[in-house]
């Protein structure tokens, strides 16, 4: 057995079979994925139009790969397709969008980060905070970060303390909902 596996490897390399390959037009949601990444970092029109139509795309990894991309440019005029995603079927999506509004920095997404703390998975409930977090001015996002102390899930009630003892560099508030109130919304 030994004998035949280098040439069988030397076959494989020499036919080109050597895995996925990056293609934004393949049917292998994969090599879809890894032809977004290689679109990161262009601004072109033809990329950004490109990667605004494989939001769309019926594989979760192909829309999340599309919004990390287009979260790069930092455009905060991308909310718009950031915050549809906050509605999408998966999990891991809606995640991603969190990310990418925080990342745009365009303080008119806070609404739609509020709403996504209503999620029933607690993964986007804690990347909603995450992204609340990066709004620190804004007031409603720091009600949203006081509302998370009393999530029923201890990860985001405890994600929601420590973001507000980070903000405040308070370390002797108790976890509790309305003892953040006093502190910080006063």
Sequence with gaps: MRSSFW?????????GCG??????????????????????????????????????????????GAVEALAAQRRPE???????????????????????????????????????LKDPEPAVRRSALKALALFPSSVAATRGLVEAVADKDPSVSYMGHRLLSERTKRTDVPQTKDDWARVVLK
């Design 19 to 64: 895995g996925p390959v990056p293609n934004t037009r393949s049917e292998d949601p994969y090599e879809k994925f890894l032809g977004v990444r290689e679109m990161a970092g262009r601004s072109d029109a033809a990329a950004i139009s490109e990667l605004v139509g494989l939001l769309e795309d019926p594989h979760f990894l192909v829309v999340v």
């Design 78 to 116: 991308f909310l718009q397709h950031f915050a549809t995603k906050l509605k999408h079927r998966h999990p891991m999506v809606r995640q991603a969008a969190c990310a990418a509004i925080a990342q745009i920095q365009n303080e008119e997404g806070v609404p739609a980060l509020l709403e996504a």
């Design 7 to 15: 040439p069988a490897l030397l076959f494989l390399a020499a036919t």
